[in-house]
Nanobody
Framework: QVQLAESGGGVVQAGGSLRLSCVASGRGFRFLIMGWYRQAPGKQRELVARITSGGITNYADSVKGRFTISRDNAKDTMYLQMSSLKPEDTAVYYC????????WGQGTQVTVSS
């Protein structure tokens, strides 16, 4: 089973940018549909972006046009470039397969101040 580790979160002002990384260990990353998820305080975890093994992407309406998901199969790594960040983007961000089948990692905290 693939194991995942997220990094790259931090505190940023509204309108700023961050780039998250997700490193996968274990076999088969390149064949997996992967996703970035987030969970805000008091809310359910939600899928915000998804990418197929071939690079086809989908986004939640709330992040469309601001976030870009990408992957480097040679490095077993997935990215989330986040721009024009809003306070409502504040959450813990996780990566997983889509739909989620791997164990959840610890996530990376993103805090957007107004």
């Amino acid at each position: 089973q693939v194991q995942l580790a997220e990094s790259g979160g931090g505190v940023v002002q509204a309108g700023g940018s961050l780039r998250l990384s997700c490193v996968a260990s274990g076999r088969g990353f390149r064949f997996l549909i992967m996703g970035w998820y987030r969970q805000a305080p008091g809310k359910q975890r939600e899928l915000v972006a998804r990418i197929t093994s071939g690079g086809i992407t989908n986004y939640a309406d709330s992040v469309k046009g601001r976030f870009t998901i990408s992957r480097d199969n040679a490095k077993d790594t997935m990215y989330l470039q986040m721009s024009s960040l809003k306070p409502e983007d504040t959450a813990v961000y996780y990566c997983n397969t889509a739909p989620e089948r791997a164990d959840w990692g610890q996530g990376t905290q993103v805090t957007v101040s107004s």
